[in-house]
């Protein structure tokens, strides 16, 4: 296998998406609002991208957090609240807070199994500061490294329960972000000893996750030269050494104009870097092409987190109440915000 996931341009394979991901074999695959269309069209879809890679076990990922980032929408599809609803439920009473956590990614967690998804990019573990950039805002859980932590960890767990694999993200911290990753590069001033105490305390609470994925920023303490993605320094000593993380770590999208150079020279320094595994999102098959030609055979220590990453489900018991039943229970907690 290849060390990266890449995705595909429609809602449904090409002959020459197909063969082209059958000659790289990409580690697994991930899916966006323009790939989904109707509950047997994307379970068609899902069942194509692995078989075209030979794999029916091929991860399959997606981005359904909740509030605006979710690429499955109704009518078919359960539109879950954000991140920031149940922080500020939790607000209100955190006990409350903590089931709607629960309930709601059991909920999301039915609507992935049924479409055949084995992955979610979610939670969401950057704080919300005040000047916090809206491409987090809501998605952030809190402001308190401790809420993050507590209600992320529900939310990591109850998906290991019901059999999809979370991935905490962004890594080392997103919260202190001015600007939008996806538009430009932000730069984090803050220095070491504060971000450790508060932006990190998250991730290393949550470090035993298997699945993580790195933050296009720059955190001047630390490596003022290059992004977290591409950055031994930010990899080596902050992600792996100080927050604890040994699990599979895959960049943030590749596209983003937070980085500079050609795809090829992006994939390559975050390879260098020590990422594990390039994450593609475009669909766009030239594009593909380029990353798939600086990215190598996977290497052991990465194969060795991908195999780990698996065993985490065994043992595992999916919540035994309905969808119905959890919606039902849910509304009643979000029904608290409104009065």
């Known amino acids: 296998m290849k060390p990266v996931i890449f995705s595909c341009e429609g809602p449904a394979l090409t002959e020459e998406e197909r063969q082209f991901f059958k000659s790289e074999d990409p580690l697994g695959f991930i899916l966006f609002g323009r790939n989904v269309e109707a509950p047997d069209q994307l379970q068609s879809l899902i069942r194509d991208l692995r078989d075209s890679v030979g794999r029916e076990d091929a991860p399959v ?3 359904q957090e909740g509030g605006r980032v979710q690429r499955l929408r109704s009518p078919h ?10 922080g500020a439920l939790y607000d209100l009473d955190p006990e409350k807070g903590r089931e709607a956590a ?3 990614t059991q909920l999301i967690s039915a609507d992935l199994l049924e479409a055949g998804f084995s992955v ?3 939670p969401c573990l950057d704080l919300a ?3 916090t950039s809206s491409v987090i805002g809501d998605r952030s859980f809190h402001r308190k490294p401790a809420v993050v932590a507590e209600l992320g960890a529900i939310v990591a767990e109850t998906y290991m329960d019901a059999g999809i694999m979370p991935v905490i993200k962004h890594m080392p911290g997103h919260g202190r972000a001015l600007v939008d990753s996806h ?7 803050a220095d070491l000893s504060d971000l450790s105490e508060n932006d990190f305390a998250p991730f290393k609470s949550l470090s035993q996750i298997p699945w993580g994925m790195t933050a296009h920023i720059v ?3 630390i490596d003022p030269s290059r992004p977290a993605t591409q950055s031994s320094k930010v990899i080596g000593d902050i992600i792996r050494k100080k927050i604890g993380f040994d699990g599979l770590l895959l960049t943030d999208d590749l596209n983003m104009e937070a980085l500079d150079g050609s795809l090829a020279v992006r994939a390559e320094r975050a390879l260098e870097a020590g990422v594990d595994i390039i994450l593609h999102c475009s669909g766009k098959l030239a594009e593909m092409r380029e990353v798939a030609s600086a990215c190598p055979y996977i290497r052991t220590d990465s194969l060795d987190r991908y195999q780990r990453s698996r065993q985490v489900f065994e043992d595992r018991k999916p919540f035994e109440r309905s969808s119905e039943e959890a919606k039902t229970a849910l509304n009643r907690l979000l029904s608290e915000l409104d009065r």
Do not use: M, T
């Open 129 to 131: 500061f005040p000047e």
């Open 120 to 122: 979610n990019c979610s």
């Open 102 to 104: 629960q309930l709601a």
């Open 61 to 63: 990922l997606v981005d």
């Open 77 to 86: 599809w359960y539109e879950a609240p954000s991140f920031g609803r149940i």
């Open 219 to 221: 955190f001047e303490d």
């Open 183 to 189: 538009i430009e590069l932000p730069s984090v001033a």
